[in-house]
C-alpha cells in the first residue's frame, strides 16, 4: 500500500491516496500501526484522502490510538497539497469534505507546488452538548475546572472537535505532560478533549503548547489554534487577528465579525513516500 508522509508546522500524518488504491479494511488498526515512530512510519495519525459525491475529496482522519477525529486543521491543509500537487484536483480553490462538514480552502501556490493553505474552518460550536462537555456556559468561558484537587480556569468550545483552552503564565512539561492527559479524560468531556496551554505574549501574538487527544502531544493543532483564538476574544485576552507560534512553527489565525468563521493559514509540506507491506496492514 503506498504512502505519503507529510506535516503541517511539524504536525505528521500517514497519507493514503484512496482515489488510485483501495482504502485499508480497518484504517483505526492501521493507524496504531503506521504510527509508532520505533516500529512504525512514525506520526501523529493517518488520514484517509477519498473520493466524495459532494466536494474535491473527503478526509477521514485517524488519531495515533485508533481512534476516528471529526477533524484536523493541519491535516487538511496537506490534504490540499496532495491533491493539487498529485494532480487529482488542480483548482486554487478546493472543497474537502470532513466529519465536520465541507471545508473551502484557498491554496498558495508557487513554482507549480501548494506552499501554504489558507482554510475557512467555520463557525465555532458553543453549545455544551455540542462541543460536548457537561461544565456550564455557552460557551463555558474561565470556568473552574477541578483537576485530582487542582483548579484550572478554563474556556471550552469546538472548532468541529472539542478543546479546552487554559491561560498559563510560563508554557512547561508539567502542563502538558501531567495535566495533558488528566484533562483530556477528565469526566467533564464526555468524547474526552484537546488541551491547549498557552501563554500570552501581546494581544495579537501567543505561544502555545497542545496535548492532543488520542496522539499526546504534537508539535502544532491547527483546530486547537483556532480554538485559542476564539478564546482569546471571548475572555478579552487577544484579539481576531493573532499569531499562534506552536513547537513545529507558526499559524496566522482571524476570527471574521462578518461571518463568525475562523481562518487560518500555514504551511503544508511533504516528507517522503514509501509502501507499507500488505501483511502490515
Not at 474535491?56 to 477525529?69: C, H, I, K, L, Y
Not at 482571524?254 to 496492514?281: I, L, Q, R
Request: charged share 20%; net charge negative.
Amino acid at each position: 500500500m503506498r504512502f505519503v508522509k507529510m506535516h503541517g508546522c511539524g504536525n505528521d500524518y500517514v497519507y493514503i491516496d484512496c482515489f488510485r488504491q483501495p482504502p485499508p479494511d480497518n484504517p483505526g488498526e492501521l493507524s496504531r500501526r503506521i504510527s509508532d515512530r520505533h516500529f512504525g512510519v512514525g506520526s501523529d495519525g493517518l488520514i484517509l484522502i477519498c473520493p466524495s459525491q459532494t466536494a474535491d475529496a473527503r478526509m477521514r482522519m485517524f488519531n495515533a490510538d485508533g481512534s476516528e477525529a471529526e477533524m484536523c486543521g493541519n491535516g487538511i491543509r496537506c490534504v490540499a497539497k496532495y491533491l493539487y500537487d498529485h494532480g487529482l484536483a488542480r483548482k486554487p480553490h478546493l472543497r474537502i469534505e470532513t466529519n465536520r462538514g465541507i471545508l473551502d480552502l484557498e491554496l498558495h501556490i508557487s513554482a507549480g507546488q501548494v506552499q501554504r493553505v489558507t482554510v475557512d474552518m467555520g463557525e465555532p460550536i458553543f453549545d455544551p452538548s455540542h462541543i460536548p462537555t457537561t461544565l456550564i456556559g455557552k460557551p463555558p468561558c474561565n470556568v473552574p475546572l477541578d483537576v485530582n484537587g487542582f483548579t484550572f480556569s478554563v474556556t471550552v468550545l469546538s472548532m468541529g472537535n472539542p478543546h479546552c483552552v487554559i491561560y498559563v503564565d510560563e508554557l512547561t512539561d508539567e502542563h502538558v505532560h501531567d495535566w495533558g492527559p488528566r484533562i483530556e479524560r477528565h469526566p467533564a468531556f464526555p468524547r474526552r478533549v484537546n488541551v491547549e496551554f498557552v501563554q500570552l505574549l501581546t494581544p495579537t501574538e501567543v505561544r502555545m503548547r497542545v496535548w492532543e487527544r488520542g496522539s499526546g502531544e504534537t508539535l502544532a493543532c491547527g483546530t486547537g489554534a483556532c480554538a485559542v483564538c476564539v478564546a482569546g476574544v471571548l475572555t478579552g485576552r487577544s484579539q481576531r487577528k493573532l499569531l499562534a507560534h506552536l513547537l513545529g512553527g507558526d499559524l496566522d489565525l482571524y476570527w471574521s465579525p462578518s461571518d463568525n468563521h475562523v481562518y487560518m493559514t500555514g504551511p503544508a509540506v511533504e516528507v517522503f513516500s514509501g509502501d507499507w507491506p500488505e501483511e502490515c496492514k
